[in-house]
T-cell receptor
Framework: ETGVTQSPTHLIKTRGQQVTLRCSSQ?????VSWYQQALGQGPQFIFQ???????GRGNFPPRFSGLQFPNYSSELNVNALELDDSALYLC????????????FGPGTRLTVT | QKEVEQNSGPLSVPEGAIASLNCTYSDRVSQSFFWYRQYSGKSPELIMSIYSNGDKEDGRFTAQLNKASQYVSLLIRDSQPSDSATYLCAGDMNRDDKIIFGKGTRLHILP
């Protein structure tokens, strides 16, 4: 177990709806990254937060947004859901000075119908 | 060329043999590399990181980085059925704080 938790485990939404996914980082980790993993693909970087500020963003549209809170927990919000948003959403935490050694949570499986 | 490329497999290896997983990367990727193992339906688990040219060993796992040829590999000695999983290669992007993953190689250890 990595100490990173995510909720919910599974979620089914309808196209056009909005969704919020949550992540609680490993104790002491101040950096969180979010990834989208489609079936048969590697994780795709969405964005990263470091000490509550966005610290990098991948090629995802603005309807993907996020927040990091003072306790380093985090949210991923997706507006106007599309069918292609169906995927496993992963958050990963790391310590700021060892940014690349990331520890993943169990993920949230999102299905958009 | 994609930033990080892997053969999707499946790669089938007899139990007890050495499994060799390979990954190539583009100039846009920096020199820090990571191998993750992902069991079906689970999240990726970090198993090795390598930052310098050469070999790094950890138990049955050896990561190899060849900067001149722009490839990184993972060797698994004495393969066990429990090693059957998808192995993801990842690298960090030059001048950009993000990790890029390959598509992963499916490894199947034959009992």
């Amino acid at each position: 177990e990595t100490g990173v938790t995510q909720s919910p485990t599974h979620l089914i939404k309808t196209r056009g709806q909005q969704v919020t996914l949550r992540c609680s980082s490993q104790s002491g980790h101040n950096t969180v990254s979010w990834y989208q993993q489609a079936l048969g693909q590697g994780p795709q970087f969405i964005f990263q937060y470091y000490r509550e500020e966005e610290n990098g963003r991948g090629n995802f549209p603005p309807r993907f947004s996020g927040l990091q809170f003072p306790n380093y927990s985090s949210e991923l919000n997706v507006n106007a859901l599309e069918l292609d948003d169906s995927a496993l959403y992963l958050c990963a935490s790391s310590l700021g000075d060892n940014l690349y050694e990331q520890y993943f949570g169990p993920g949230t499986r999102l299905t958009v119908t | 060329q994609k930033e990080v490329e892997q053969n999707s497999g499946p790669l089938s290896v007899p139990e007890g043999a050495i499994a060799s997983l390979n990954c190539t990367y583009s100039d846009r990727v920096s020199q820090s590399f990571f191998w993750y193992r992902q069991y079906s339906g689970k999240s990726p688990e970090l198993i090795m990181s390598i930052y310098s040219n050469g070999d790094k060993e950890d138990g049955r796992f050896t990561a190899q980085l060849n900067k001149a040829s722009q490839y990184v590999s993972l060797l698994i000695r004495d393969s066990q059925p429990s090693d059957s999983a998808t192995y993801l290669c990842a690298g960090d992007m030059n001048r950009d704080d993000k990790i890029i993953f390959g598509k992963g190689t499916r490894l199947h250890i034959l009992p």
